[in-house]
């Protein structure tokens, strides 16, 4: 019981320890300054926006551009680490996968520690840019849902045997503390409204958290958003690249396929189409089991329950960033809507089809 008591406690734990201290704004001056001295380029910055860590893409004098990100200063070094390492091992086994290249130092390490002011300590990385446009700026189509969901697999299928002293660190987004939510959903959203979140919490609890014994799990990447596919420009049903693996951690594998079903559904008429296309990519590269698929559904709306919660608590919380935690919320609300309208039974039987 004391497992799970902490387990369940972990959503609303996990984001109040959120920039608990204010730090200094590095500028894009300071961050040419650290590229010349410790990568031997001096480039242009730009910052990049963002809620917590410092990131700024930087153009060379011949073009090549990179991403440097400073990492804030409250994040455990070991989960820079674990991101470090995922994306050097995602290249090692995976040499054609789109994900961004680590750019060692002129010392040759991956990473580094920079003193920022006095008591203000950071973490260093710097990666090749993905280049393109980000999903959420291209058109949707079904190929390209389809080339996502594959993509998905291939990241998984190269993370399979990867482990990391940090990989089981407590996270917010992390399915298997749904439960948890209820709290966060009760301090920020109205009886009324809630309603339905908890009645989707209690299917998830119910039917699919004692089967987790039962899944694989791994190490994935957790947050396959639109924000963080980038597409080809030229052909944007092309995938160019997958970033940001900010949210990873040691987990069930099914549920990184129900984050990413939830990020595709988009404005689409028929939102279990548009997730279809996404599962039927994955499953072609990675097959999905019949457990996994029997409760693929009840998983992405729990998915859809925390994206709700925590970006509501958290505008609440943090009410000088609301605009930015918000700006997918009210689509989300729709989506949900429109999902938790149809008779279960249906939807079910529907991606079990779409498994066959």
Same mark, same amino acid.
């Given at each position: ?7 369940? +406690?972990?959503p ?5 320890q ?13 961050a040419? +300054?650290? +590229? ?20 700024f ?14 990492v804030?200063p409250d994040?455990? $070094?070991g ?17 054609? #996968? ?8 002129? &010392?040759?390490?991956?990473? #580094?520690?920079?003193?920022? &002011? ?10 090749t ?30 993370l ?12 917010? *987004?992390?399915?298997?503390n749904a =439960? ?7 301090q920020?959203?109205?009886?009324e =409204?809630?309603?339905?979140? #908890?009645? *989707?919490?209690d299917?998830?609890?119910?039917d699919?958290?004692?089967?987790i014994?039962?899944?694989?799990? $791994? ?16 052909d ?6 997958i ?25 689409a008429?028929?939102?279990? &189409?548009?997730?279809?296309d996404f ?7 990675k ?6 698929g029997s ?17 509501? *608590?958290? +505008?609440?919380? #943090? ?13 989300? *609300?729709?989506?949900?809507r429109v ?8 939807t ?7 498994l066959?």
């Amino acid at each position: 019981m004391l497992r799970w008591a902490l387990m369940i +406690a972990t959503p609303q734990a996990a984001v109040e320890q959120e920039r608990a201290t204010q730090y200094a704004v590095v500028s894009a001056e300071r961050a040419v +300054a650290i +590229a010349a001295e410790n990568y031997g380029i001096i480039p242009t910055a730009h910052r990049l926006e963002g809620e917590k860590d410092s990131n700024f893409r930087l153009t060379a004098a011949n073009g090549e551009q990179f991403l440097l990100k400073i990492v804030h200063p409250d994040e455990d $070094q070991g989960l820079t680490s674990m991101h470090t390492s995922a994306l050097l091992r995602v290249a090692e086994k995976d040499p054609t #996968f789109p994900v961004q290249r680590i750019v060692p130092t002129l &010392a040759g390490r991956p990473e #580094f520690r920079l003193s920022i &002011a006095q008591g203000d300590e950071r973490t260093v990385r710097m990666v090749t840019f993905a280049k393109g446009i980000m999903q959420r700026d291209a058109a949707h189509t079904a190929a390209q849902r389809f080339n996502v969901g594959q993509m998905l697999a291939r990241l998984q299928l190269a993370l399979a045997d990867f482990s990391h002293p940090s990989d089981t660190h407590p996270i917010a *987004w992390d399915l298997k503390n749904a =439960a948890g939510l209820r709290n966060l959903i009760s301090q920020s959203i109205s009886k009324e =409204a809630a309603r339905p979140l #908890f009645q *989707w919490i209690d299917i998830f609890e119910q039917d699919v958290i004692p089967l987790i014994s039962r899944l694989p799990a $791994q190490v994935v990447h957790n947050d396959l958003s639109s924000d963080n596919i980038v597409v080809d420009p030229t052909d944007t049903d092309r995938v160019a690249g997958i970033i940001d693996f900010g949210d990873m951690v040691r987990t069930v594998a099914m549920f990184d396929l129900a984050v990413g079903a939830a990020y595709q559904l988009t404005e689409a008429n028929d939102p279990l &189409a548009a997730a279809g296309d996404f599962i039927r990519g994955f499953h072609l590269v990675k097959p999905i089991s019949k457990t996994e698929g029997s409760v693929l559904f009840k998983t992405i709306m729990a998915r859809m329950v925390m994206r709700i919660a925590i970006t509501e *608590w958290r +505008a609440v919380k #943090f009410p000088e960033n609301r605009k930015y935690i918000l700006r997918n919320t009210p689509q989300v *609300w729709r989506q949900f809507r429109v999902l938790s309208g149809m008779p279960e039974g249906e939807t079910t039987s529907k991606f079990t089809e779409m498994l066959r």
